[in-house]
């Protein structure tokens, strides 16, 4: 589903996920290589239009991998080995977008944040179809999970380190 759909349906990980990846401007993108071991590698993700975008390079690997294999993740950059933030981690599929009409929303909202888009056609642009959701945060004796998809809703559970 997309970005607008899945916040409506899960509002308690879109909210946690869009204001960290708004705050931090970076995330780790996982994709799977063509012999199918995974890559990881860090990246800019824009909201607009109800789309949570992912832009790479023209051609770069890991375009190429969403273009054969659009299964991937994208992740929260932990920011210390504590984290306190937690983990944000979005499983879904890359959808490319051609639409110019969204192409160009998502250029004006990545200027907007840092004065530069980059030039068409130039750019892959993806779209996240989100298919499961997950938070993950650790405290001094517990931690926290939030695990979602559309089939199971909502669960949490927080856990004892012992």
């Keep these: 589903m997309q970005w607008v759909e899945f916040a409506s349906a899960c509002p308690e990980i879109a909210e946690l996920a869009e204001q960290r990846f708004r705050k931090d401007e970076a995330v780790l993108v ?3 290589r063509k012999d199918g071991s995974p890559r ?5 993700v824009d909201f607009a239009k109800g789309h949570l975008f992912v832009s790479m390079m023209w051609r770069s ?3 190429l991998d969403l273009l054969r294999d659009p299964r991937c993740v994208v992740h929260s950059v932990p920011i210390t080995r504590m984290n306190p933030g937690g983990d944000i981690k979005l499983y879904g599929r890359a959808v490319d977008t051609p639409d110019p009409d969204l192409r160009r929303a998502f250029r004006d909202t990545m200027y ?3 004065e530069w888009a980059p030039e068409e056609p130039e ?4 779209s996240l179809d989100v298919r499961e959701a997950a938070y993950v945060r650790f405290e001094h004796d517990t931690w926290e999970t939030r695990h979602w998809t ?3 809703g909502l669960r949490k559970e927080t856990r004892s380190n012992d």
Excluded: M, Q, V
């Design 30 to 32: 996982g994709t799977l």
């Design 40 to 44: 990881i590698s860090p990246n800019e």
């Design 61 to 63: 690997k890991e375009a």
């Design 112 to 114: 907007a944040r840092i």
């Design 123 to 126: 750019f892959h642009l993806f």
């Design 150 to 152: 559309p089939e199971t």
